[in-house]
């Protein structure tokens, strides 16, 4: 995963150190040396995280943060700030500012590059939701605070040692949050299930149980993958902080614990929580009517063409590739001739499930018309989108769909590939190329994917039947 970052600092040894150390890592940078040009450039260039300064002549960081965090154009940006201030005070001054973590200088190079990639993700996938909500109104355009404005909420605590739980808590109810208690990670999943927290908040040592191990569970819960989650641990524990990271903590505290700095991190978390669920809700109302198809709940083909030329124009900006599926149904006429449309349906709705089961949050699925699917994926090459097509494939392979008095119906489909490389090209010959390998697909046996960066059919991943 790689993303645009923006540096923020008036010493330029520091930018420099910075640049280097994240272009290795392959982002991209852009540099500001004063909180004026900062606010330019993040308005101009829309980076996909900042790294701000505190200390700065005339325009500080605070208030470059608490502007950022203010304007409709920035506001879901994330930003770390930077510093050499060490104080609890200053901390929550940034938080409260806006800021999504606070890292003391020099930073930690895998706390630094866990955050990034972490803090990311996170925004690629409020993206998403920005311009899906944006094809239909201009909801998107509000900031996280006018969508948002409240920061209390139902608050799960996993904490093992007794002491620290009812101190924790005491100190979340103070602050007007409900708390839900639990010692072990097996009563968190059982109370996460029944409460549905807008924040977890659960200690890296559980005694006997490991705090990850409980993180990868709550990310593979379909329901429950988007609450964010707090960790606590010791200053020893930063090595495990990386893989916390990545595999889904979304925030940390390093004990001993002060209880501002709780209060500021809880409110952050709780009120992106809120804003990713109203964009949910927002998207959810928008476009159940008019932009899903009614048979099979996916988005039909008005609202795939306008989210495409979208998301071609967002991949011709940032120079990354995206790429296309059609899919269609093999033998479909057929189905419909000897079984009756009421099985054609049934089939139309089965594929759809499974598509839209096997992609990522990021990817649309839509109807493009009678038993054709297709399917964008933003940030994705040819060899990727290659791979993703016959996992498809497969799934789609092992549906069985059953047929009254007689052996279950097989279903497969033929599926052509085709990526654009963030270059200027149209949606409608991006769909035609998807098509035309499409064509081959059918052309050559039916139940196989075809790229349309391929010279012959016969390829390896072309030839599976």
Request: charge should be negative.
């Amino acid at each position: 995963m790689t993303g645009r970052i923006l540096i923020v600092d008036d010493v330029e040894a520091n930018v420099k150190l910075l640049e280097a150390k994240l272009t290795s890592e392959y982002f991209d940078i852009l540099t500001a040396h004063d909180g004026e040009t900062a606010l330019e450039v993040a308005r101009s260039q829309s980076p996909d995280l900042i790294l701000l300064d505190v200390m700065m002549p005339g325009m500080d960081g605070i208030e470059v943060c608490r502007i950022l965090r203010g304007d409709s154009r920035t506001a879901h940006i994330p930003i770390v700030m930077l510093t050499a201030l060490s104080d609890i005070e200053d901390r929550v001054r940034g938080l409260e500012a806006g800021a999504d973590d606070f890292l003391s200088k020099p930073a930690n190079d895998l706390t630094l590059f866990s955050r990034v990639r972490s803090l990311i993700r996170l925004k690629m996938m409020i993206d998403e939701l920005r311009t899906r909500q944006s094809t239909t109104d201009d909801a998107a355009g509000l900031t996280m605070a006018e969508i948002a404005p409240e920061a209390d909420g139902g608050i799960l605590l996993i904490e093992a040692d007794a002491i620290q739980r009812e101190n924790l808590s005491a100190k979340l109810e103070a602050a007007g949050h409900g708390v839900f208690l639990a010692e072990t990670a097996q009563e968190g999943m059982a109370l996460a299930r029944d409460k549905d927290p807008d924040l977890v908040i659960v200690a890296l040592d559980l005694g006997a149980e490991d705090g990850l191990r409980f993180v990868s569970q709550l990310r593979s819960d379909e329901r429950l993958r988007h609450v964010p989650v707090l960790m606590l641990l010791d200053d020893y524990d930063l090595a495990r902080l990386a893989k916390g990271l990545d595999i889904g903590v979304t925030d940390y505290l390093i004990k001993p614990i002060d209880g501002n700095e709780l209060q500021a991190r809880v409110r952050t978390q709780v009120r992106r929580r809120r804003y990713h669920e109203k964009l949910r809700e927002l998207l959810d109302q928008s476009v159940s009517m008019a932009y899903t198809d009614g048979l099979t709940g996916v988005y039909n083909r008005r609202y795939l063409e306008s989210h495409l030329d979208k998301r071609l124009a967002a991949a011709s900006a940032s120079g990354k590739p995206l790429s296309v599926m059609m899919i269609d149904i093999d033998s479909f006429k057929a189905f419909n001739d000897r079984y009756g449309h009421a099985l054609g349906d049934l089939v139309l709705r089965a594929v759809a499930a499974a598509l839209s089961d096997n992609v990522r949050n990021i990817d649309l699925v839509a109807r493009y018309g009678g038993e054709e699917f297709a399917v964008v994926m933003p940030d994705t090459g040819a060899d990727g989108a290659l791979l993703v097509a016959e996992r498809l494939r497969d799934k789609i392979d092992e549906l069985r769909v059953a047929v009254e008095g007689q052996e279950d119906l097989r279903v497969t489909v033929s599926i052509g590939v085709a990526t654009a490389m963030g270059g200027s090209e149209s949606a409608s010959l991006l769909q035609k190329r998807a098509d035309g390998a499409l064509y081959r697909a059918k052309g050559t046996g039916r139940n196989r994917v075809i790229s349309d960066e391929l010279d012959r059919p016969e390829s390896a991943l072309a030839a599976r039947a």
